[in-house]
Protein backbone atom coordinates (compact mmCIF):
# COMPACT_ATOMS: atom_id res chain seq x y z
CA UNK A 1 0.00 0.00 0.00
CA UNK A 2 0.50 3.85 -0.24
CA UNK A 3 0.34 6.72 1.99
CA UNK A 4 -0.27 10.27 1.40
CA UNK A 5 1.93 12.58 3.72
CA UNK A 6 0.82 16.38 4.14
CA UNK A 7 2.57 19.11 6.13
CA UNK A 8 2.21 20.90 8.32
CA UNK A 9 -0.89 19.22 10.01
CA UNK A 10 -1.64 22.88 11.82
CA UNK A 11 -0.56 25.83 9.95
CA UNK A 12 -0.94 29.42 11.74
CA UNK A 13 -0.41 32.49 9.54
CA UNK A 14 -1.10 36.68 9.41
CA UNK A 15 -3.87 37.65 7.49
CA UNK A 16 -2.44 38.88 3.70
CA UNK A 17 0.61 36.11 4.40
CA UNK A 18 1.66 33.83 1.80
CA UNK A 19 1.53 30.36 3.04
CA UNK A 20 3.05 26.83 1.18
CA UNK A 21 1.00 23.63 1.87
CA UNK A 22 2.70 20.35 1.25
CA UNK A 23 1.89 16.85 -0.20
CA UNK A 24 3.65 13.93 -0.88
CA UNK A 25 2.69 10.26 -2.39
CA UNK A 26 4.13 6.81 -2.81
CA UNK A 27 1.52 5.11 -4.63
CA UNK A 28 3.36 6.21 -7.73
CA UNK A 29 -0.18 8.08 -9.27
CA UNK A 30 -0.28 10.15 -12.06
CA UNK A 31 -2.73 12.34 -10.57
CA UNK A 32 -2.91 14.25 -7.77
CA UNK A 33 -5.36 16.95 -6.27
CA UNK A 34 -6.16 19.71 -3.48
CA UNK A 35 -9.37 20.44 -1.91
CA UNK A 36 -10.73 22.52 0.48
CA UNK A 37 -12.79 21.04 3.08
CA UNK A 38 -15.03 23.76 4.60
CA UNK A 39 -17.77 22.62 7.15
CA UNK A 40 -21.43 22.99 5.44
CA UNK A 41 -19.71 23.20 1.88
CA UNK A 42 -17.71 20.09 1.57
CA UNK A 43 -15.11 19.17 -0.47
CA UNK A 44 -14.19 22.15 -3.10
CA UNK A 45 -12.06 21.11 -5.77
CA UNK A 46 -9.04 24.25 -6.14
CA UNK A 47 -6.29 22.33 -8.19
CA UNK A 48 -5.34 19.11 -9.83
CA UNK A 49 -2.70 17.92 -11.53
CA UNK A 50 -2.55 14.88 -14.31
CA UNK A 51 0.93 15.12 -14.06
CA UNK A 52 4.49 16.32 -13.49
CA UNK A 53 4.33 19.98 -14.09
CA UNK A 54 0.55 19.51 -15.35
CA UNK A 55 -1.77 22.08 -13.25
CA UNK A 56 -5.48 22.24 -13.77
CA UNK A 57 -7.68 24.89 -11.90
CA UNK A 58 -10.27 23.86 -10.35
CA UNK A 59 -14.01 25.36 -8.73
CA UNK A 60 -12.05 27.50 -6.51
CA UNK A 61 -7.93 27.99 -7.76
CA UNK A 62 -8.48 31.91 -7.21
CA UNK A 63 -6.40 32.92 -4.52
CA UNK A 64 -4.32 30.05 -4.54
CA UNK A 65 -1.48 28.87 -6.90
CA UNK A 66 0.04 25.14 -7.22
CA UNK A 67 2.97 23.28 -8.22
CA UNK A 68 3.96 19.85 -9.38
CA UNK A 69 7.66 19.64 -9.69
CA UNK A 70 7.89 15.84 -9.13
CA UNK A 71 5.16 12.98 -10.00
CA UNK A 72 5.47 12.16 -5.83
CA UNK A 73 4.69 15.94 -4.51
CA UNK A 74 1.67 18.89 -4.99
CA UNK A 75 2.25 21.97 -3.22
CA UNK A 76 -0.58 24.68 -2.96
CA UNK A 77 0.07 28.10 -1.84
CA UNK A 78 -2.37 30.52 -0.47
CA UNK A 79 -1.10 33.83 -2.05
CA UNK A 80 -2.63 36.32 0.43
CA UNK A 81 -4.30 34.88 3.12
CA UNK A 82 -7.54 36.14 4.45
CA UNK A 83 -9.61 35.35 8.10
CA UNK A 84 -12.37 33.71 5.83
CA UNK A 85 -8.89 30.93 4.79
CA UNK A 86 -9.59 28.96 7.70
CA UNK A 87 -10.51 25.23 6.78
CA UNK A 88 -9.00 22.07 6.09
CA UNK A 89 -7.08 21.52 3.00
CA UNK A 90 -6.80 17.99 1.73
CA UNK A 91 -4.34 16.75 -1.00
CA UNK A 92 -5.14 13.37 -2.63
CA UNK A 93 -3.66 11.20 -5.51
CA UNK A 94 -5.64 8.72 -7.97
CA UNK A 95 -4.82 6.62 -10.90
CA UNK A 96 -5.46 7.83 -14.29
CA UNK A 97 -9.19 6.49 -14.08
CA UNK A 98 -9.58 8.75 -10.77
CA UNK A 99 -12.22 5.69 -9.59
CA UNK A 100 -10.54 6.23 -6.17
CA UNK A 101 -8.93 9.06 -4.78
CA UNK A 102 -6.51 8.47 -1.76
CA UNK A 103 -6.83 11.35 0.91
CA UNK A 104 -4.09 12.51 3.16
CA UNK A 105 -5.67 13.61 6.97
CA UNK A 106 -5.23 17.38 6.05
CA UNK A 107 -3.75 20.56 6.87
CA UNK A 108 -5.58 22.92 8.70
CA UNK A 109 -5.27 26.43 8.11
CA UNK A 110 -5.83 29.48 10.72
CA UNK A 111 -5.44 32.85 9.84
CA UNK A 112 -4.72 35.26 12.82
CA UNK B 1 -22.46 26.64 -7.26
CA UNK B 2 -22.90 23.22 -5.78
CA UNK B 3 -22.33 20.48 -9.02
CA UNK B 4 -23.38 17.56 -6.57
CA UNK B 5 -26.12 18.18 -3.87
CA UNK B 6 -26.44 15.96 -0.70
CA UNK B 7 -30.36 16.80 0.76
CA UNK B 8 -28.84 16.53 4.48
CA UNK B 9 -26.63 17.86 6.26
CA UNK B 10 -26.95 15.35 9.19
CA UNK B 11 -29.02 12.36 9.93
CA UNK B 12 -29.35 10.56 13.19
CA UNK B 13 -30.68 7.08 13.58
CA UNK B 14 -30.51 4.20 15.91
CA UNK B 15 -28.85 1.34 16.18
CA UNK B 16 -30.06 -1.41 13.28
CA UNK B 17 -32.25 0.86 11.41
CA UNK B 18 -31.48 1.59 7.92
CA UNK B 19 -30.03 5.30 7.28
CA UNK B 20 -30.61 6.24 3.78
CA UNK B 21 -28.42 9.43 2.52
CA UNK B 22 -29.76 11.40 -0.47
CA UNK B 23 -27.88 13.37 -3.66
CA UNK B 24 -28.52 14.90 -6.89
CA UNK B 25 -26.55 16.19 -9.67
CA UNK B 26 -27.31 18.12 -12.95
CA UNK B 27 -24.52 17.46 -14.88
CA UNK B 28 -24.96 15.51 -17.13
CA UNK B 29 -21.00 14.83 -18.04
CA UNK B 30 -20.84 12.77 -14.33
CA UNK B 31 -20.93 8.43 -14.81
CA UNK B 32 -19.24 7.85 -12.11
CA UNK B 33 -20.66 7.91 -8.27
CA UNK B 34 -18.28 6.95 -5.24
CA UNK B 35 -19.38 7.77 -1.96
CA UNK B 36 -16.25 8.63 0.45
CA UNK B 37 -16.05 7.71 4.21
CA UNK B 38 -14.96 10.17 6.66
CA UNK B 39 -14.39 9.81 10.66
CA UNK B 40 -12.77 13.09 12.38
CA UNK B 41 -9.23 13.67 11.90
CA UNK B 42 -9.08 11.72 9.01
CA UNK B 43 -8.92 12.21 5.28
CA UNK B 44 -11.82 10.93 3.20
CA UNK B 45 -11.52 7.39 2.14
CA UNK B 46 -13.95 5.56 -0.44
CA UNK B 47 -17.05 3.06 0.63
CA UNK B 48 -18.77 1.77 -2.41
CA UNK B 49 -19.32 3.55 -5.88
CA UNK B 50 -21.64 2.79 -9.09
CA UNK B 51 -21.35 3.62 -12.70
CA UNK B 52 -24.21 5.90 -14.51
CA UNK B 53 -25.09 2.29 -16.65
CA UNK B 54 -26.21 0.44 -13.09
CA UNK B 55 -29.30 1.50 -11.26
CA UNK B 56 -27.92 -0.41 -7.61
CA UNK B 57 -24.62 -1.75 -6.24
CA UNK B 58 -24.57 -3.78 -3.28
CA UNK B 59 -21.66 -4.40 -0.87
CA UNK B 60 -21.93 -5.86 2.85
CA UNK B 61 -24.67 -3.15 4.46
CA UNK B 62 -24.21 -0.42 1.70
CA UNK B 63 -26.18 -0.23 -1.03
CA UNK B 64 -26.24 2.51 -3.68
CA UNK B 65 -29.52 3.17 -5.79
CA UNK B 66 -29.20 5.09 -8.73
CA UNK B 67 -31.68 7.15 -11.08
CA UNK B 68 -30.10 8.46 -14.30
CA UNK B 69 -33.04 9.96 -15.66
CA UNK B 70 -33.60 11.85 -12.38
CA UNK B 71 -30.19 12.40 -11.43
CA UNK B 72 -30.56 11.30 -7.95
CA UNK B 73 -29.23 8.10 -5.97
CA UNK B 74 -28.66 7.20 -2.32
CA UNK B 75 -26.74 5.48 0.18
CA UNK B 76 -28.84 2.93 2.17
CA UNK B 77 -26.69 1.58 5.66
CA UNK B 78 -29.01 -1.58 6.09
CA UNK B 79 -28.56 -2.83 10.09
CA UNK B 80 -26.52 0.66 11.10
CA UNK B 81 -23.91 0.27 13.92
CA UNK B 82 -22.22 3.54 15.97
CA UNK B 83 -19.04 2.46 14.10
CA UNK B 84 -21.12 3.43 11.41
CA UNK B 85 -21.16 7.35 12.26
CA UNK B 86 -19.10 9.52 10.07
CA UNK B 87 -19.28 11.87 7.59
CA UNK B 88 -20.48 10.51 4.26
CA UNK B 89 -19.63 12.29 0.87
CA UNK B 90 -21.58 11.62 -2.64
CA UNK B 91 -18.86 12.67 -5.27
CA UNK B 92 -19.71 12.34 -9.23
CA UNK B 93 -16.78 12.21 -11.85
CA UNK B 94 -17.26 13.29 -14.72
CA UNK B 95 -16.39 11.10 -18.37
CA UNK B 96 -13.95 14.02 -19.37
CA UNK B 97 -11.78 14.20 -17.00
CA UNK B 98 -10.31 13.17 -13.97
CA UNK B 99 -11.63 15.96 -11.60
CA UNK B 100 -14.53 14.43 -8.92
CA UNK B 101 -16.43 16.51 -7.26
CA UNK B 102 -18.27 16.21 -4.10
CA UNK B 103 -21.28 17.40 -2.29
CA UNK B 104 -21.35 19.17 1.07
CA UNK B 105 -21.83 16.25 3.40
CA UNK B 106 -23.97 13.70 5.50
CA UNK B 107 -22.95 13.79 9.10
CA UNK B 108 -24.70 10.60 10.56
CA UNK B 109 -25.03 9.83 13.95
CA UNK B 110 -25.83 6.31 14.73
CA UNK B 111 -27.09 6.03 18.51
CA UNK B 112 -26.73 2.81 20.36
Known amino acids: GGIITQTPKFLIGQEGQKLTLKCQQNFNHDTMYWYRQDSGKGLRLIYY???????QKGDLSEGYDASREKKSSFSLTVTSAQKNEMAVFLC???????????FGSGTRLTVL | QQQVRQSSQSLTVWEGETAILNCSYENSAFDYFPWYQQFPGEGPALLIA?????DKKEDGRFTIFFNKREKNLSLHIKDSQPGDSATYFCAARPYNNNAPRFGAGTKLSVKP
Open chain 1, 92 to 102: ASSPDSAETLY
Open chain 2, 50 to 54: IRSVS
Open chain 1, 49 to 55: SITENDL
